[in-house]
Structures are given as structure tokens and as C-alpha cells.
């Protein structure tokens, strides 16, 4: 069973900085893109960042030139470093990746979710 677990929430003072981590478990053949989204309460989910296979990145103008993704691919893991933190960055963050995996046809490729990790900013 496929799994993508996130860490690395918490809370902290503006100005500050967290590492949000994001694994992948299971039985996979690749991982094409990863990304992260956030969801703050009253607001829709919106993606925050996102790398490709190859490494290529973009970013919300929100978030550009504070947050940095990043992806080890020995690892099956994609990282979100998150500086110069916010009260406006305050929301549940949430992991993606776009996975093959085995299947009675040979492969899907499908996308998958974590299960969310607060990251909460404020003095």
C-alpha cells in the first residue's frame, strides 16, 4: 500500500524558519512530480510549490525566495524548507506526489496525497 507521510510541522514566531519532509512508502515503480499545497481554515488548498522529475521547480509568488523545495530521490522524499515565516503561511500543508505503481494492467501513474501537517506561525 502507498504511503506518503509528512513531518516536520509545528508552531513558530514570525521571522522564523521549519523543514517539512514528505515520504514515500510502498510499492512503487517511480515518482514523476512532487509538490506541496497548503489549506488555511476558510480558504481553498493551493499549491505552494512543486519539483519535477528532472528538478525543475516553481513556486507561489507568495512563498518565492523564502521557501525552497527540494526532492531525494534515493530516498523517495521531497523536502520544503520554509524561512522568513509568516502569520499568513499558517495552514495545514500537504505532500503530493505523481507515482507509477504496479497493476494488473503493468502501471498507473497516480497521484497521491499525505495526510497533512500543521504548520501554525505566531508570536
Known amino acids: 500500500q502507498v504511503q506518503l507521510v509528512e513531518s516536520g510541522g509545528g508552531l513558530v514566531q514570525p521571522g522564523g524558519s521549519l523543514r517539512l519532509s514528505c515520504a514515500v512508502s510502498?510499492?512503487?515503480?517511480?515518482?514523476?512530480?512532487m509538490g506541496w499545497y497548503r489549506q488555511a481554515p476558510g480558504k481553498q488548498r493551493e499549491l505552494v510549490a512543486h519539483i519535477t522529475s528532472g528538478g525543475s521547480t516553481n513556486y507561489a509568488d507568495s512563498v518565492k525566495g523564502r521557501f525552497t523545495i527540494s526532492r531525494d530521490n534515493a530516498k523517495n522524499m521531497v523536502h520544503l524548507q520554509m524561512n522568513s515565516l509568516k502569520p499568513e503561511d499558517t495552514a495545514v500543508y500537504y505532500c503530493n506526489a505523481d507515482l507509477l505503481t504496479p497493476d494488473i494492467t503493468g502501471a498507473t501513474l497516480t497521484r497521491y496525497w499525505g495526510q497533512g501537517t500543521q504548520v501554525t506561525v505566531s508570536s
Open positions: 510502498g510499492s512503487i515503480f517511480s515518482i514523476n512530480a
